[in-house]
């Protein structure tokens, strides 16, 4: 069996704000992780391409209102930035 993964500690040295601002990408990226697990079966970020979290931002959050897409957004680039990728996402 497995160790689950940690988004926290993946997440450690890119993660900045107050407290509420770090615990809502948190919350959010383990989300986006759960939900590319699920429909592409790709558990671990480093396995995840751009189509995958495109797909999470067209697909996924198509009727949740405009800040809440924004929110995930700045999520998005966290874990780009994590990853050392150069993706570019817009709303």
Same mark, same amino acid.
Request: aromatic content about 14%.
């Given at each position: *069996?497995? /160790?689950?993964?940690? *988004?926290? &500690? +993946?997440?450690? %040295?890119?993660?900045? %704000?107050?407290?509420?601002?770090? #615990?809502?990408?948190?919350? #959010?990226?383990?989300?986006?992780?759960?939900?590319?697990?699920?429909?592409? #079966?790709?558990? *671990?970020?480093?396995?995840?391409?751009? =189509?995958?979290?495109?797909?999470?931002?067209?697909?996924?959050?198509?009727?949740?209102?405009?800040?809440?897409?924004?929110?995930? &957004?700045?999520?998005? $680039?966290? &874990?780009? $930035?994590?990853?050392? =990728?150069?993706?570019? +996402? /817009?709303?």
């Amino acid at each position: *069996m497995s /160790k689950p993964f940690d *988004m926290k &500690l +993946f997440l450690a %040295g890119v993660l900045t %704000g107050s407290h509420a601002t770090r #615990q809502r990408h948190l919350r #959010q990226a383990t989300i986006i992780q759960v939900e590319i697990a699920e429909r592409w #079966q790709r558990e *671990m970020p480093w396995a995840w391409q751009r =189509k995958h979290v495109d797909w999470f931002l067209e697909h996924r959050l198509n009727r949740r209102s405009a800040a809440t897409r924004y929110y995930y &957004l700045l999520t998005v $680039r966290l &874990l780009a $930035r994590r990853l050392q =990728k150069s993706w570019v +996402f /817009k709303l």
